[in-house]
């Protein structure tokens, strides 16, 4: 119930978020975010009874749907070419986080009083960065970073409009999107959710040994963001598939090199851990590729709605993994839910992105010609 309050607050947001990102500031909505995620923190640290504390972790969902608009604020930063680089950059943030989070759970949480010093801790980090962002970061006009629109002395001010809106549903690359977004994050929530007790009830490993092992990986799959993003700009420098294609090998990648790390002998720790390094790097290729691609084909004033959507329809993914995965590991045991559900998933993912393929052309090809129709009109 706790898992799940965070993850339903956040799905029921998603869309609120994208709408009220592409009408107002970003800046000051993501401050207003970070703001709500210390704030909401504190209170988890606060209550003492269960009622109050899945009411407030359940409250800590609502900043965890804010993150579409500080992605198209950074597309109005950077053109086309450099998104997936700065993408990656900026997604190698969240690995790092989880590691230092297991860092702050496993040791300085018993050193400095439990779980509850370390939200207090970082719940005022959270207030702090509402302040900074509110102060230091500048707000950007709407497609301002789109090539059409380079060297213009002044930008004209693109407001949401419902019928934008409805553009992206008619956009078959979206559709692709949507499809892998959905499939692609169950092999995210078994590894997140149950990969831990795996290394620990299935392969015997202790709280060191499981720390030992995860941290390289989580380095690892944290460089893997920028890795992706870095050659999805580069193959999209010669054709707008690059990126998709870059995408679908690192599903097709992760896919293999999951099954044979699960597979491996227990006693072989060490061709475990080199599988489990390859998986990592592969597995995040997609991510910071996914959210260029939607740029590649949305308006500018569209673009946190658009992302919303995709988050949305991710999350409603998110929900059915953990209990399928508990499913399949009562019948069976988790290295068979593991193994199944990771390769059938990026199976999955890997078509989706043939399928994408087949569109993108068309799709970016109709943004670039309205954004140099726009540029005309001005």
Not at 239 to 266: C, D, E, H, Q, W
Not at 268 to 282: E, R, Y
Not at 347 to 363: M, P, Q, R, S
């Amino acid at each position: 119930m706790i898992n799940s309050g965070a993850l339903i607050v956040g799905t029921i947001l998603y869309p609120i978020w994208g709408y009220l990102y592409d009408r107002y500031s970003r800046t000051k909505l993501l401050s207003l975010a970070s703001f709500i995620w210390g704030g909401t923190t504190w209170l988890n640290a606060i209550v003492r009874s269960f009622g109050g504390f899945l009411a407030t972790r359940a409250s800590t969902g609502i900043d965890d749907s804010s993150y579409p608009g500080l992605f198209t604020l950074i597309a109005d930063y950077f053109g086309p070419n450099l998104r997936g680089k700065i993408y990656g950059i900026l997604q190698l943030a969240q690995p790092l986080g989880y590691l230092l989070g297991m860092i702050l759970a496993l040791i300085v949480a018993p050193m400095i009083g439990g779980w509850r010093s370390i939200f207090y801790i970082t719940g005022s980090l959270g207030l702090v960065l509402a302040v900074l962002i509110y102060f230091g970061v500048k707000e950007m006009p709407r497609g301002q970073a789109e090539p059409e629109f380079e060297n213009m002395p002044e930008m004209q001010s693109f407001k949401f409009s419902w019928a934008e809106a409805r553009e992206i549903f008619k956009k078959k690359t979206m559709w692709f999107v949507f499809l892998q977004g959905f499939a692609g994050v169950f092999p995210w929530n078994v590894i997140t959710f149950f990969f831990f007790g795996y290394l620990e009830t299935e392969r015997g490993y202790d709280a060191n040994s499981i720390l030992f092992t995860m941290a390289p990986v989580i380095l690892i799959l944290a460089g893997g963001y920028f890795v992706g993003g870095a050659l999805g700009d580069f193959a999209y420098k010669f054709t707008n598939k690059g990126r998709i294609i870059v995408s679908s090998i690192g599903v097709l990648m992760g896919a293999i090199f999951m099954y044979f790390a699960i597979n491996t002998p227990i006693e072989a720790t060490n061709q475990f851990f080199i599988l489990m390094c390859l998986t990592a790097l592969f597995m995040p290729l997609s991510s910071a590729n996914v959210i260029a691609t939607v740029y590649d084909v949305t308006v500018p004033e569209v673009r946190s709605t658009a992302q919303a959507v995709e988050y949305f329809i991710e999350n409603a993914g998110a929900a059915f993994a953990p209990i399928i995965t508990g499913y399949i590991a009562d019948m069976y045991n988790l290295q068979t839910a593991i193994i199944l559900i990771c390769t059938v998933a990026w199976g999955l993912c890997f078509f989706f992105y043939l399928g994408a393929i087949f569109t993108i052309d068309k799709d970016a090809h109709d943004l670039r010609n309205q954004m140099a129709d726009r540029a005309k009109a001005m």
